[in-house]
């Protein structure tokens, strides 16, 4: 099966985009801060987007890490969470973005779902598609 790749630009304080249509995994590329509220907000938008993998670099990405795993646990009521439906997460604070995109392509699979998508979360005041779609290209 071949990968869907998707770069998805989130200005910190605005509101994400509509769910993705497929499970996924993805890269939250965190170049600009944001505040605890609105990284709850996007953590709760990427569970609810069928999100199975999520890896977090930049910025304060252990957080992202965090509020990831927190927006799975709360969909679940803090109880026992699917196999199916459970989240991966890790952050890569000291990781270059191309060795965080390695591992999105090369070690980044769920247990039990396969994941056809990609999605690129860039958290940044100006969008910079090309320069990060180029990077995973090369990685």
Known sequence: MSEILAYVHLVPGA???????????????????????????????????????????????????????????????????????????????????SEVFWFAKNVAHHPTIALAQTALIHIAAEAAGDRILQAYDEA
């Open 15 to 97: 509101a994400p985009p509509e769910r993705m249509p497929l499970p996924l995994r993805a890269v939250v590329i965190v170049e600009s801060q944001a505040t605890a509220g609105w990284q709850a907000l996007v953590s709760d938008w990427l569970v609810e987007s069928g999100c199975l993998y999520m890896m977090a670099w930049g910025i304060d990405c252990s957080t992202w890490d965090d509020s990831v795993d927190k927006a799975n646990s709360e969909r679940f009521d803090y109880g026992e969470i699917p196999e199916d439906q459970f989240v991966m997460t890790t952050w890569h604070s000291d990781e270059s973005i």
